[in-house]
């Protein structure tokens, strides 16, 4: 039987690397930064580097993820960064095999660039397992038995909403909505309703600090952007009920997709899920007041899951200790 030593979930927010017997060996920003050169854009910046670089470049240099709604949509600098994180973890090329974990809605051809993708880096052999699954493993779910798991994972570019039993996903989709959208929507608030300008950086860390579903929080922070008519620094004190209104209907949307995966599921199906809840994972699972909003608005049973951020990531490094169920899982996807 293969053995598998790397798992890899490259998110919307970052790219999540664990390696077997030695745990979340590297998290870093799923971000590039090239420039234009006389030959063609130039790489300047991958992963951390990148993200120090977001807001600090003149309009000619591109700051971007080579991997959109979890679809690598620009291969060759795709390449680049994984190479590049992969010298950080003492990875072996053409010697060592990878689990890597994906939405649960990929099309095959899809599936077939991510294999692709992989094997150019350097390895051996490659799997494809859906992050839903990692999900339910990381919170200490079993799978394998005949009942129902069902799992939100809200992504920094997706949501991932699946129902699963005997190893394999009974239904599944991807909404291309998560903390990503979030920033941009926050941003773009701002400018409009106080005339600054705030880069998508800043608007993440609103997000994190400020952002509750609270209805009446009091958290506040000021962020500091470019006044849209004088183009001057200009700051502004940001409340948490400035953002409610922008990422409540997110959630709305999140909600309405669950029910509706609800209600389309036989009735046998449904009940195991009244009686076993619903679990919200995924690093936007972490925002302030999570557990009051689905109180008010959510008709079933629900739990958080612990460690949102890193739980698909942890795993899947059980899978890493685990090659019959990795097999079975790999069987049915």
């Known amino acids: 039987m293969v053995e598998y030593k790397y798992a890899v979930e490259i998110g919307g927010a970052n790219t999540k690397i664990y390696v077997k017997n030695s745990g979340l060996a590297l998290c870093e920003p799923t971000l590039v930064v090239a420039e234009p050169t006389p030959e063609g854009y130039k790489v300047v910046g991958l992963g951390n580097e990148a993200k120090k670089l977001m807001g600090k470049t003149n309009d000619s240099v591109e700051v971007f993820s080579p991997v959109i709604n979890g679809v690598v949509k620009n291969f060759e600098y795709c390449v680049e960064l994984l190479e590049h994180l992969f010298k950080k973890v003492d990875f072996k090329r053409k010697k060592d095999n990878v689990i890597v974990l994906v939405n649960c809605a990929l099309s095959l051809e899809e599936k077939k660039t991510y294999l692709s993708l992989f094997h150019t880096v350097g390895f051996k052999e490659v799997v494809l397992v859906p992050t839903v699954v990692c999900t339910c493993l990381g919170a200490g779910k079993n799978i394998s038995s005949s009942k129902i798991n069902m799992v939100v994972n809200i992504g920094g570019a997706n949501t991932d909403i699946a129902v699963i039993n005997m190893n394999s996903i009974l239904k599944g989709s991807t909404l291309g909505i998560g903390g990503r959208a979030m ?54 004190i940001i409340t948490s009920n400035d953002l409610l209104p922008v990422l409540e209907p997110f959630f709305d949307e999140m909600l309405k997709a669950v029910d509706m995966t609800i209600t389309s599921l036989p009735p046998e199906i449904s009940t195991d899920i009244i009686n076993s809840g619903v679990m919200f994972a995924g690093g936007v699972s972490l925002i302030a007041g999570l557990d009051n909003y689905l109180k008010r608005k959510f008709r079933y049973p629900f739990t958080i899951a612990e460690d949102g951020d890193n739980i698909s990531i942890l795993g899947a490094g059980k899978l890493l200790e685990d090659e019959t169920l990795l097999k079975k899982i790999i069987e049915n996807f």
Do not use: C, Q, R, W
């Open 183 to 236: 920033d941009v929507a926050i941003s773009h608030t701002i400018a409009y309703n106080h005339g600054i300008i705030v880069g998508l950086s800043s608007a993440e860390t609103l997000k994190n600090e400020v952002g509750s579903l609270f209805l009446n929080d009091t958290l506040n922070m000021e962020v500091t952007g470019v006044d849209i008519e004088t183009k001057i620094p200009k700051s502004y």
